[in-house]
């Protein structure tokens, strides 16, 4: 009982007193934010997890993610191209897994209805579309420049470098990336590689500067396409400078005529009795400068050139060369070439 003229708490149907009204309020408030986030988290792994928005036709979404953006620029830009349909669940996904500081700038292809988690791990990975300008082997540096003009992802002109400046590879580019940036990164390379060969030279060369080694593995590339042959061609070069002879190199005159682009036709014979700075069958020693872009290989063909005695060579008809040490051998060489340049030119012929 209580005092008189003061209300008696209510009771249960058992009899229990409820002591405090205010807790069932309280129960049911947590009980309905415990029912709302369940309902939120659900939602949050429908959302991650099941497929994203589709695009209008089907197609992929290319997006630009910039160099430095945060992780709630990237959601942003993600959210604002459709990519994804909620750019807070993004966020906080990639807090959760770990993703927030390890995603990577860069150009994407999203596919169309793409999930959030997979757009994620694109992005986590690098998996970004991937833009590349190949050099090949022997480029002379005007067809280095023409390569760069054809991408179509790079900006701004460029002027044809240095010959023999350009390491001749595959390359990654950006795009709206420079030309002028993509050649460095190139010039830079070939600058590099002769750094690291240089060094590892063979003793007794006859020549004493990168520059003429880049000369005359520019040669030994525009010679041959077969790589076992480079070796064996920079020694038989390396043989006739020591022994003050003559290169007699058919693509330093091609140089001196094309600066290095296809002649399309053979050499006439005022083409090589001319006397050009470039015309190895007049000039004795290495020309001016490179006539291309020469690889690693034919670097270290050069740098590295084994042992050997042989100073004459000649096609041989099947894409490679026949050697000789003796000028008796390689005239015996010179007439089996001619045999078969005339049969070659009656097939030819009676093929019209």
Known sequence: ?????????????????????????????????????????????????????????????????????????????????????????????????????????????????????????????????????????????????????????????????????????????????????????????????????????????PFNTPEQAVILASIVEKETAKADERPRIAALFINRLQQGMRLESDPTIIYGITRGRPLGRGLRASEVDAATPYNTYVIFGLPPTPIANPGRAALEAVLTAPPSTEVFFVADGTGGHVFATSYADHRRNVAQWRRIERQQAAASGGGR
Request: glycine residues 8%; neutral net charge; aromatic residues 4%.
């Open 1 to 205: 009982m209580t005092s008189a003229g003061e209300p008696s708490p209510p009771e249960t149907p058992s009899g229990a007193v409820v002591k405090h009204p205010l807790l069932i309020i309280g129960v049911s408030a947590v009980a309905t934010l415990a029912l709302l986030m369940s309902v939120l988290l659900i939602w949050g792994l429908a959302t991650y997890s099941l497929p994203g928005p589709a695009s209008v036709d089907g197609a992929d979404r290319i997006v630009e993610l910039a160099e430095g953006a945060n992780l709630s620029e990237i959601s942003e830009v993600l959210a604002q191209d459709k990519v994804i349909s909620s750019a807070p669940v993004f966020v906080l996904a990639a807090k959760i897994n770990g993703s927030a500081r390890r995603l990577q700038a860069g150009e994407y292809s999203f596919p169309s209805k793409a999930s959030m988690s997979a757009v994620m791990e694109m992005i986590r990975k690098g998996k970004g579309v991937r833009h590349q300008v190949t050099i090949p082997e022997g480029f002379p540096s005007e067809m280095v420049v023409d390569a760069l003009m054809k991408s179509d992802v790079l900006t701004g002109t460029v002027s044809p470098p240095p010959e023999g400046s350009v390491m001749p590879q595959t390359y990654d580019v950006k795009r709206g990336e420079t030309r002028a940036a993509v050649l460095e990164r190139m010039m830079k390379a070939q600058t590099d590689l002769v750094a690291e060969l240089w060094p590892k030279r063979r003793s007794g060369l």
